[in-house]
């Protein structure tokens, strides 16, 4: 997959992940499990790669194209 995220997306992707993964450990009840949606944030983030970024033609990676 060519990247598509460049590197303060790739930092405030990763940051927003921690963050709400967080809310596993921070709140109580059903609720909590809302934390898990910092999987997505956190694994785009880490792979440097977006799929909707790629349907949209979007791209905030430096290099032209991405990089491999």
């Known amino acids: ?3 598509n995220i460049g590197g ?3 930092i405030l ?3 927003l992940g ?3 993964l967080s809310l596993l ?3 109580d009840g059903n609720g909590r499990w809302w934390g898990l949606i910092g999987l997505v944030p956190l ?4 792979a440097a790669t977006c799929p909707l970024y790629s349907i949209f ?3 905030t990676c ?3 194209g991405g990089r491999p």
């Open 13 to 15: 992707r990763i940051v």
């Open 25 to 27: 450990f921070l709140l």
């Open 43 to 46: 694994a785009t983030g880490l």
């Open 62 to 64: 430096p290099a032209k």
């Open 1 to 3: 997959m060519t990247r």
């Open 18 to 20: 921690l963050v709400l």
């Open 57 to 59: 033609g979007l791209n």
């Open 8 to 10: 303060a997306d790739r």
